[in-house]
């Protein structure tokens, strides 16, 4: 997958047109983010399936606005590697995965995302690492809204 192809899927999920960003999906994707650091009960979020990543991202885009913007992009013909700086601006007082935002508020992160590839060329499996979290007074997409 080209840098461009990867703009083109990105700007579908900026967009939130999820019909479109899923036809990336195989049927079975598979989606996990980041853990909390501690140890024991595992407390990463996992996703199964095209239905259930709509729903929660539905859900999550009722409450916050989600915007994406490519740093690198590494593509080996199976799996890519991508750099996403992520801004989330708070529609309204709400508690996710970061835990509570205010209304107006803005979270801004960088990841690093890898997506795999299944023998039709569909994501299956994509794994988000979180790195750094950024000064929201310094977010690129504050107008936006």
């Known amino acids: 997958m080209t840098r461009e192809e990867f703009l083109v899927y990105m700007?579908?999920?900026?967009n939130k047109e999820y019909d479109a960003l899923t036809d990336y999906f195989a049927d079975d994707i598979v989606v996990e983010y980041f853990d909390s650091f501690s140890t024991g009960a595992t407390?990463?979020?996992?996703?199964?399936?095209?239905?259930?990543?709509v729903a929660s991202y539905t859900n999550l885009h009722k409450n916050l606005?989600?915007?994406?913007?490519?740093g690198f992009c590494l593509y080996d013909g199976k799996n890519l590697l991508v750099e996403l700086y992520t801004e989330f601006?708070?529609?309204h007082d709400t508690t996710f995965m970061a835990g509570?935002?205010?209304k107006g508020e803005i979270l801004a992160v960088?990841?690093?995302?890898?997506?795999?590839?299944?023998?039709n060329g569909k994501f299956s499996h994509i794994r988000i690492a979180h790195?750094?979290?950024?000064?929201?007074?310094?977010?690129?997409f504050k107008d936006r809204e």
């Open 11 to 14: 700007n579908h999920f900026n």
């Open 43 to 53: 407390t990463h979020k996992v996703l199964r399936g095209k239905a259930e990543f």
């Open 65 to 70: 606005r989600e915007f994406l913007d490519l």
């Open 89 to 91: 601006h708070a529609l």
């Open 100 to 102: 509570p935002i205010k």
């Open 110 to 119: 960088t990841n690093w995302v890898c997506y795999d590839f299944d023998e």
């Open 131 to 140: 790195f750094i979290c950024h000064d929201p007074a310094e977010a690129r």
